[in-house]
Each structure stands twice: as structure tokens, then as C-alpha cells.
């Protein structure tokens, strides 16, 4: 077997004075689907925010294809794509625009895949609307038409699921195992229970 | 192999301009945003015929200091929309996540900041100095004074406006942050006009905002850029 892309070992976070895990460890090889499981508050989104770097409150080591990732940081931020808590979509600007604005924040997503991406996720016809206007629902399938418009290795997505619809969703999921069987890694929270269960490696945070 | 695709790369100047483009975009969608300063603008210069003295004689003495101050103040009202909103919605933490160096990011923008206030603020100055009876060769040092000197405030408020971003109620704590920052810039700016209105020459003056205006360009971009990681880390 190859190296794992991604391995953490010995991790803690505390926060509030309030141990969320401690000794966490787990590593993440390539073409694997990871769903880190626990109740609210267990410290998903939190857990989520210190692997992309987002949070540096924790103690541990995070290694990224052997080296720890403070050291390959750049090389890190271009292999991955992270869609967060909040959908990351400026109401004031169209679908479009938004997804321009990412092409030009991160290389690795294609320019010229936008209108695709758009016509996958079920917004065709929205692409000149604001987005303040359109539905949450809308609103993260924008954020999430940037996982049809590239190939980074690593996608860490935090409640992707959350207020799309079920034919979206079984669309979502097939786009997951297609990008991992392309040789991509995912790591994601939600409390949806996926179709596939197989090839699904399951973290559970309550047991940390 | 999926890491052997997509290597296209995003130079500097493209990430700049479409960063400047973006938050200008933004701008000019919200009107609000581009008016309020302004219009604060007017107001704090009108208040001052209306509660001191209209006296031409007097109004022409205070009036260096007061458009100064109402240009520095309307750019302190106008500082903690600039990264607020994209913290709230996410996408500053998106630009964190970019493999290019937020610094340009920062850079465009407080230039998109400057260009929607200071600049505006600048153009509009010689309709106060008029209102205040600053006498016309005075209005050459004023706008000059303002175009080198209010970039300066942007940069400085941009530093505070990354810092205070993670808080709930940012606004009042920009103000102490800030204000103490900007007194060197008000002091050279309205020494400038001063000197303007009596017939000396300015270069002295403005050459010392220039320099502040060199050294926060170089400088203020990578504080913002690390003050917004410690706001969004925290």
C-alpha cells in the first residue's frame, strides 16, 4: 500500500475549557471516503477546521504525504478543496460570479467548467440571479457546483448534505465515490446515512 | 492519477485585479456602502457653520481641520464593513484556503476600500472647502493633501478592521484602535492645507504623507493579512 495522504496522530483539542478529543488518531489514503461521526458538539466542524488549517488550536501532529503540514502548506492549500459551515457564497453576487471568484482564488479549479458545473447542480437558468435571492438549498449547491470543476486530491466538506434534497444527495454521494475511485481522497461530517456503506471509513469522535 | 491534472497556475496581478474587480463589484451593488460615507461626509462639514458660527472669517480658519476630520471620521464609519461581511459568509475563510498569498488579497482590498471611499471623499473635498469659505488657492493643497493622505487611513483601518472582524460588536473597538494611528496623518494632512491657505509651500508636508503612504502600503497588507488568520482562527 501507499503512504497515507493524510495522517493525524495524537491529536487534542480542548476548547471552553472542555476536553472535545484527545489521543485522536487516523490516517487517510488515497481514493478513501472518511465520515467522521459524533453527536453535536462533538467537535466535528471543529476537528474539520484544524485539518484544513482554518484553526491552529490544537496539540498533535498532522502530516500531509509525510510531512508535516505546516512545512507543505502551500502545496497542502492547492491539493485541497474544503467547503465549510458556511456555504462561503456572496448573496450579493450571482452564481456565476461566485464561482469566478473561486476559480480565481485556487488554480485547480477549471474556469472553463463553471457553466457545467452550474448546469449539474440544477441552476441553470439562475446564473444571472443574486444569490440572496435564491433558496439555501441554492445557495450551497453554488459552493458545491466547485467539486464538479476540479480533481483537487483532497476534498474536506462539513455538512454537505445539509438542505439538499434527496435526489441532490444520492447525486452528491455518487460524485463522492466517483472522485474517490478516480484515486481522490473526502473527508466529511453528516448525519445523513450514506447509501454506499462500503469503502466508507468511519471515525467516530464520541470514543475519543 | 488525480495530483498529475489541473496544474494551472494564478499569477499575482490576475489574483489582484480580480480581487480589486470583485470587492468594487460589490460595492456598487450595495449603493449604501458608496453614499453613507459620503453623505456623513457633508454632514459632519455642515454642522460646524451651524453649531460654531457662520462667520466667512472664522469658518475659513477651522476649515483645514474640519474637512480632515470629517474625511478621517467618514473613512472610520466606512472601516468595519470591509471584511465583515465575507466573514460572515464565509468566504473569508475561503480565501484563507487559497494557495496564494493572502496579501494580495488584502492589498486589492483596501485599495477597493480606498477607491470607494477616500477617493470619493477626495473628489468631493473642494465642494466643503467652498462651503467653508477656504479661500480657492488653498483647494490645490486640500485635494492633494486628501488623494496622498486618505489611501493611508484605508491601510492603517485595514488593520484594525482584520482584527476586530471575529468579534460580534467590532465597531467601537476599531475607533480605539485606529484613531491614536491616525493622528500623525491628520496633523501632516491639515498642516498642509494650513500651510496652503497662508501661501507657504506644501512638498514638506506632503512628502511626509507620501512617506507614511509608502510604508503602509508596504507594510499594512501583511498585518491585515495576519491579523484576518488570528480573527478567523479564533
Avoid at chain 1, 457564497?89 to 452564481?95: A, I, Q
Avoid at chain 1, 485556487?106 to 444569490?131: F, M, N, W
Avoid at chain 1, 453528516?190 to 454506499?196: G, R, V
Avoid at chain 2, 449604501?32 to 453623505?39: A, E, G, T, V, Y
Amino acid at each position: 500500500m501507499s503512504k497515507p495522504l493524510l495522517a493525524v496522530t495524537d491529536l487534542f483539542c480542548e476548547r471552553e475549557e472542555r476536553i472535545l478529543f484527545d489521543g485522536l488518531a487516523f490516517s487517510l489514503k488515497q481514493g478513501e471516503v472518511m465520515q467522521i461521526e459524533g453527536r453535536n458538539g462533538s467537535g466535528k466542524t471543529t476537528l474539520l477546521r484544524i485539518l484544513s488549517g482554518l484553526s491552529a488550536q490544537y496539540e498533535g501532529s498532522i502530516e500531509w504525504r509525510g510531512e508535516s503540514v505546516d512545512n507543505v502548506r502551500d502545496e497542502f492549500l492547492a491539493d485541497l478543496l474544503y467547503f465549510g459551515h458556511q456555504p462561503g457564497v456572496k448573496g450579493m453576487l450571482t452564481p456565476q460570479e461566485n464561482l469566478r471568484w473561486y476559480c480565481a482564488l485556487h488554480p485547480a479549479l477549471q474556469r472553463s467548467k463553471i457553466d457545467e458545473a452550474l448546469g449539474v447542480v440544477g441552476l441553470t437558468g439562475y446564473e444571472d440571479v443574486p444569490c440572496h435571492s435564491l433558496s439555501a438549498g441554492q445557495n450551497r449547491r453554488v459552493s458545491l457546483a466547485r467539486l464538479y470543476m476540479n480533481q483537487a486530491p483532497l476534498w474536506i466538506l462539513d455538512e454537505p448534505f445539509t438542505a439538499i434534497d434527496k435526489k441532490g444527495v444520492a447525486a452528491m454521494e455518487q460524485l463522492l465515490l466517483d472522485h474517490a475511485q478516480r484515486g481522490g481522497s473526502v473527508i466529511l461530517t453528516t448525519h445523513h446515512d450514506l447509501a454506499a456503506q462500503q469503502g466508507v471509513v468511519k471515525v467516530n469522535l464520541d470514543s475519543f | 492519477m488525480v495530483e498529475e491534472t489541473n496544474i494551472a497556475t494564478i499569477s499575482m496581478s490576475q489574483q489582484f485585479s480580480a480581487a480589486l474587480k470583485r470587492d468594487l463589484l460589490l460595492s456598487f451593488r450595495r449603493k449604501s456602502d458608496l453614499f453613507n460615507p459620503l453623505i456623513f461626509f457633508l454632514m459632519v462639514a455642515t454642522l460646524f457653520p451651524l453649531g460654531v458660527s457662520p462667520e466667512p472669517t472664522f469658518l475659513a480658519d477651522v476649515a483645514p481641520g474640519v474637512v480632515w476630520v470629517a474625511a478621517l471620521l467618514a473613512t472610520l464609519l466606512s472601516l468595519d464593513g470591509m471584511f465583515r461581511s465575507d466573514y460572515d459568509d464565509g468566504t473569508l475563510e475561503q480565501m484563507l484556503l487559497s494557495p496564494q498569498p493572502l496579501m494580495i488579497v488584502c492589498l486589492a482590498k483596501t485599495l477597493a476600500h480606498w477607491m470607494t471611499t477616500g477617493l470619493p471623499l477626495t473628489l468631493m473635498s473642494p465642494l466643503l472647502g467652498v462651503m467653508l469659505f477656504l479661500p480657492s488657492d488653498a483647494m490645490l493643497g486640500l485635494v492633494l493633501s486628501l488623494l496622498i493622505g486618505t489611501p493611508t487611513l484605508s491601510f492603517i483601518g485595514a488593520i484594525g478592521a482584520a482584527l476586530t472582524v471575529g468579534l460580534k460588536k467590532g465597531g467601537i473597538l476599531i475607533s480605539l484602535l485606529v484613531l491614536p494611528l491616525y493622528i500623525p496623518v491628520l496633523i501632516f494632512g491639515s498642516g498642509a492645507v494650513q500651510a496652503a491657505v497662508a501661501g507657504l509651500p506644501i512638498g514638506g508636508y506632503l512628502a511626509l504623507l507620501g512617506a507614511g503612504l509608502a510604508l503602509g502600503f508596504v507594510l499594512a497588507p501583511l498585518a491585515t493579512s495576519a491579523a484576518v488568520r488570528v480573527s478567523v482562527s479564533g
